[in-house]
């Protein structure tokens, strides 16, 4: 099966500069934010508690810093699948510089979780053939 990355672009803002004049290392986890949110919205999970609609929770969230950034600027955030369980899953995430340079590598596990019952619960079948096409 082909794999397909699932690409997200975010402008680097001037607001996200640290005293040392490049991206704080928590600008960082808004970029990853970005592309989970946008990836579990694809996936048809929702982190906005609708009613008869499971969501997620993040159960870890790890970061690894390559290199800076700067502004003005714009990054690529690559989503990859690395695992697929009963209720959860784990996301990778490269973030590319202008250059194409890896600037950070960083993963998630999120746990499907229903908010109505406050519990974790299996994930459909049709969300986890959408998590395949992006399996490494």
């Known amino acids: 099966m082909l794999i397909k990355p699932f690409i997200i672009e975010n402008d680097i803002e001037w607001a996200e500069l640290d005293l040392f004049g490049h991206v704080n290392n928590v ?3 808004f970029y990853v934010q ?21 969501g997620f929770i993040v159960a870890s969230s790890h970061c690894d810093f390559l290199q800076p950034l700067f502004y003005p600027g ?16 784990v996301l990778t995430y490269q973030i590319i510089n202008q250059q194409q ?3 950070a590598k960083a993963k998630d596990v999120l746990v499907v979780f229903d908010y109505q019952n406050r519990k974790k619960v299996l994930m459909d079948a049709s ?7 992006y399996q490494l």
């Open 27 to 29: 600008a960082f986890f």
């Open 34 to 54: 970005k592309a989970r949110l946008k990836f579990c919205e694809y996936l048809g999970l929702t982190s906005l508690n609708e009613s008869g609609k499971n």
């Open 74 to 89: 714009k990054v690529q955030l690559i989503v990859n699948v690395e695992a697929v369980n009963n209720s959860s899953f």
């Open 101 to 103: 340079v890896i600037a």
């Open 127 to 133: 969300i986890k053939e959408k998590l395949k096409v």
